[in-house]
Every structure is written in structure tokens, then in C-alpha cells.
């Protein structure tokens, strides 16, 4: 007879720890600390915040837990006025500008890039169902035109109308920003992320700055 075999069962192999819920990301990113120009409206409920999470992850782009949520806390603090992206790409914090404009009443939100034919198709699919008549484009423009009464228009969006006074203005390419300064309101808010310079003002107009996820966060005085 043959030498016995004894059979032992195969261990299964080690996994990893699974990754974090959208719950357990949201808990985790801690909310920027600053003195802010105005009092902060109502804050986002836990699930609404980690829900805000999962949907710009669904969309491509830079940008990071800790950046989405200090917009989420910036846009708390801001006062009315359009909400101007320069460097949208395929529309990650577009989608999430437009969810808290309407949230806390901000206003309309205008994005600018360069895109090219494909690329803009992925971004006005990942912000249609967010814009409702308060999202709509510039493709490779300046200001084109951008003032009080300022109407862009597109095939995909129709007419948005525009406040001509921006609350945040979002810098995420290398773009200039000097032509937008001038329509800054009090209490507004620039943002640059994405390699894009960080803007320098008088101290004297500064009310708060801090950096979150890549991105450097400067609010106005009132």
C-alpha cells in the first residue's frame, strides 16, 4: 500500500482591510479652521456630506476628501454672488459648487476650460443633473464679457443668467486671475488648486486663508 497522505485544509489568503465607507471618509476629513467674514449657515447633516463625497468621486479629478469638504465649508460662509471655475476639466468640483450653490443660495456657477470635443461631452453628462438653469460654461474664453447682467449660453444648458458679482472664484489651471479680480464681492472667496499660483492681496483685504487637500483658501473682508 501507498504511504498515507494526511489532506490539510488551504488557509484562505490574508485580505486587506477593506476600504472606508463614504460615511467613515466623511468622518474622517476634519473641517478647516478660520475666522470667517460672515456668520456660517446650517452645516451639512453627516450622510449629506458623506453623499456629496461619493458623487465627485464618480467624476475624474484632483481634487481630495479634505478639499471638497473645505468648499463645502467655504460656500457655508459665503455671501451671495456667482461662483466662477476657472479649469473645470470633467466637472468633479463644478458638480459640487452647484449642489451647495443651491444649498445655501449663492448663486449661479460659470465654468472655463479649454476643452476639446470629447472632454466636454464627459463634463456637461457629469453636471447635467446637477445645473438646473444655474450651471452653464465658457469654452476657452477670458471674461468674455462677464459683468452685471451677463448671459452664457449653450446648446447643452440653454441661458444662465449671471449676478456679474462672484463669491468664489475657483482657480484650478495655471490661467491668470488678474481679469476676475475686479468682480470680487466683500466676504468672497479665491481659491487656487491644481499647480494654479496662489493669489497675493494686501493683507489688509484678507479676512482668512488656509490650505486643504492641495488647494489655498482666501476669503475677503466684508
Not at 444648458?157 to 468664489?168: D, H, L, P, S
Request: aromatic share 8%; charged share 20%.
Amino acid at each position: 500500500m501507498g504511504d498515507a497522505v494526511l489532506a490539510f485544509p488551504v488557509s484562505a489568503p490574508l485580505c486587506d482591510d477593506p476600504p472606508p465607507t463614504f460615511r467613515e471618509r466623511a468622518a474622517l476629513v476634519r473641517s478647516p479652521c478660520f475666522w470667517p467674514a460672515l456668520p456660517g449657515k446650517a452645516p451639512l447633516s453627516p450622510v449629506e456630506r458623506a453623499g456629496l463625497l461619493r458623487l465627485a468621486a464618480t467624476i475624474p479629478g484632483e481634487a481630495s476628501d479634505e478639499a471638497l469638504v473645505a468648499f463645502i465649508e467655504a460656500l457655508r460662509h459665503a455671501p451671495p454672488g456667482d461662483i466662477v471655475e476657472i479649469g473645470s476639466g470633467a466637472g468633479r468640483t463644478a458638480a459640487l459648487l452647484a449642489w451647495l450653490s443651491r444649498r445655501y443660495h449663492v448663486g449661479s456657477v460659470l465654468c472655463r476650460d479649454d476643452w476639446d470635443t470629447a472632454a466636454l461631452a464627459d463634463f456637461e453628462i457629469a453636471v447635467a443633473p446637477l445645473a438646473d438653469g444655474r450651471l452653464n460654461y465658457l469654452r476657452g474664453c477670458e471674461t468674455a464679457g462677464y459683468g452685471a447682467a451677463f448671459t452664457a449660453s449653450t446648446a447643452a444648458f440653454g441661458e444662465t443668467q449671471y449676478q456679474g458679482r462672484i463669491a468664489m472664484l475657483h482657480i484650478a489651471s495655471g490661467a491668470a486671475t488678474a481679469e476676475w479680480l475686479p468682480f470680487m464681492t466683500p466676504a468672497g472667496w479665491i481659491v487656487t488648486s491644481g499647480g494654479a499660483s496662489p493669489v497675493n492681496l494686501p493683507r489688509e483685504r484678507v479676512c482668512a486663508v488656509f490650505d486643504a487637500g492641495g488647494a489655498r483658501f482666501l476669503q475677503l473682508k466684508r
